[in-house]
């Protein structure tokens, strides 16, 4: 049983869409994390959260934003897809730090 | 600064036969280490993870690791694949700051392992 959960599983997008990616954890974790994996492609940490009203870009430079207003919710948007935006986004979520990540089952984003 | 290469792209073996996937790290403290796999379609999910204890580290499915400091390896191993075991695997190690473990993982650039009949 999963305790961190994406939605949407896939979805398909026109240009120029707002979009949000959910991501829910049941542990309470402070630690919460987005990755962006494109197809045959090691992943790549673009925002992190270290608790409620913090958040961090990652290495990877991206357009998308996060919030975190509740522990258990760090939603990603979107504000203007792009076909460059077409990738897998993970979320994930830990207790201490490095230990004890746990994945979502991932979103699968293609701009049309 | 933390970095980890898996050594190769792409791994064939038949059934029944051992697997060894490699990897190798950069990492200016002790690391943590960890394994993970990714099957088709699914999210990403932990083998084995090497936190400064013993270093043979034994994992989920028949899988292990051997945290080798001298080599700067943690290469995966399986004595016997599993059609089962087909999949994406990543090597991944933790960022440090300073001495302080940062909670954000890198990760490798993946090795496909194809399990042939």
């Known amino acids: 049983e999963a305790d961190i959960y994406q939605t949407p599983r896939y979805l398909v997008i026109g240009t120029g869409k707002k979009i949000t990616l959910e991501c829910s954890q049941t542990m309470g974790h402070d630690k919460m994390y987005w990755y962006q994996q494109d197809p045959g492609m090691e992943l790549h940490l673009i925002h992190y959260?270290?608790?409620?009203?913090?958040?961090e870009k990652g290495d990877l430079s991206s357009e998308s934003t996060v919030s975190r207003i509740r522990t258990e919710h760090f939603p990603l948007t979107l504000e203007s897809a792009r076909p460059s935006h077409t990738s897998q986004y993970l979320c994930?979520?830990?207790?201490?730090?490095?230990?004890?990540?746990?994945f979502g089952s991932g979103t699968r984003l293609t701009v049309v | 600064a933390q970095s980890v290469t898996q050594l190769d792209s792409h791994v064939s073996v038949s059934e029944g036969t051992p697997v060894l996937l490699r990897c190798n790290y950069s990492?200016?403290?002790?690391?943590?280490l960890f394994w993970y796999v990714q099957h088709p379609n699914k999210g990403l999910q932990l083998l084995l993870k090497y936190t400064s204890a013993a270093t043979l580290v034994k994992g989920i499915n028949g899988f292990e690791a051997e945290f080798k400091k001298s080599e700067t390896s943690f290469h995966l191993t399986k004595p016997s694949a599993h059609m089962s075991d087909a999949a994406e695997y990543f090597c991944?190690?933790?960022?440090?700051?300073?001495?302080?473990?940062?909670?954000?993982?890198?990760f490798g650039q993946g090795t496909t392992l194809q399990v042939k009949p």
């Open positions: 959260s270290y608790g409620v009203n913090s958040t």
């Open positions: 990492s200016s403290y002790s690391p943590s």
């Open positions: 991944v190690v933790t960022t440090t700051q300073g001495s302080s473990n940062t909670g954000k993982l890198i």
């Open positions: 994930a979520s830990s207790e201490y730090g490095g230990y004890g990540y746990t």
